[in-house]
């Protein structure tokens, strides 16, 4: 219902205490970029800046 409210193009996860304190998200929001194994690179606590994002985004990215 979020993703179309505000109409957001990435996913969002609802997650329980246990799964916060794995993870560590000690604020909300917590944003996170897994890469394609499954492993956390890059996190940040709070609001997030757009091009702080796309650079951790691009990070994972394969290289042109």
Not at 35 to 49: M, T
């Amino acid at each position: 219902a979020l993703k179309k409210q505000y109409l957001l193009n990435y996913e969002l996860i609802a997650v329980n205490d246990a799964l916060a304190d794995i993870w560590q998200a000690r604020a909300l929001p917590t944003t996170y970029v897994i890469d394609k194994s499954g492993q956390i690179v890059w996190a940040e606590a709070g609001i997030v800046a757009d091009l702080d994002l796309e650079n951790a985004i691009k990070s994972v990215l394969p290289k042109k």
